[in-house]
């Protein structure tokens, strides 16, 4: 997700591949708004 925050914990350079373990963070202040919460829509049966 857009806007989140990462510690690098460890990394490893073995020739030409790069591991890097992260961590993620929880900022101080939030930096995006979550997403709204879908409202269920009430099913309605089909006619047969």
């Given at each position: ?6 510690k690098?914990?460890?990394?490893l ?5 790069h591991i ?15 997403p709204?919460?879908p409202?269920?829509?009430?099913i ?5």
């Amino acid at each position: 997700m857009a806007g989140t925050q990462f510690k690098v914990i460890s990394c490893l350079t073995q020739g030409d591949l790069h591991i890097i373990q992260l961590e993620e963070t929880i900022p101080p202040l939030p930096l995006v708004q979550p997403p709204p919460k879908p409202m269920p829509s009430p099913i309605k049966p089909m006619p047969i």
